[in-house]
């Protein structure tokens, strides 16, 4: 039973830890996408310099919009990763501190079944 607690603990700590992972990439990716957007700003606002109408120009400043709104939108995203991943992460601080009390407590209980099977042995 024992073990069994220890193994479902040991696969919910790698399940954890892949979790976080998966969180890191998810923030290091939206971090280039805030950068893409930034830069297609800039030569979205090089290009309002050099248009021949006001409708070309209005498209770009809807692109500029669009480009601000979507980095806000990766940062709110962002945000919302880092907090899943402090989170995982105290569950998986807890998991790794309940492992070892049932490491603890198996080897305990292996140490008492060992001791009573060898005091089976001599007695026979």
């Known amino acids: ?5 220890i193994e479902g603990l040991e696969t919910r700590i790698k399940n954890l830890q892949d979790e976080a992972k ?6 290091s990716d939206r971090k280039i996408a805030m950068k893409d957007a930034e830069a297609a700003i800039v030569k979205f ?4 310099n050099n ?3 006001n409708r070309e120009f209005e498209s770009l400043s809807k692109e500029i919009e669009y480009q601000e ?3 806000k939108l990766h940062e ?3 945000k919302e990763a880092k907090i899943k991943i402090v ?19 198996l080897k ?3 140490d008492e079944l060992n001791e009573i099977v060898g005091e089976t042995q001599k007695e026979e």
């Open 22 to 27: 998966e969180l890191d990439t998810e923030v």
């Open 76 to 78: 709110k995203r962002m």
């Open 87 to 105: 989170s995982k992460k105290e569950v998986l601080d807890e998991a790794k501190e309940r492992l070892e009390l049932r490491k603890g407590d």
């Open 108 to 110: 305990v209980k292996q």
């Open 1 to 5: 039973d024992l073990e069994d607690e």
């Open 51 to 53: 248009v021949r109408n």
């Open 45 to 48: 606002k090089e290009q309002q």
């Open 69 to 71: 709104l979507e980095i």
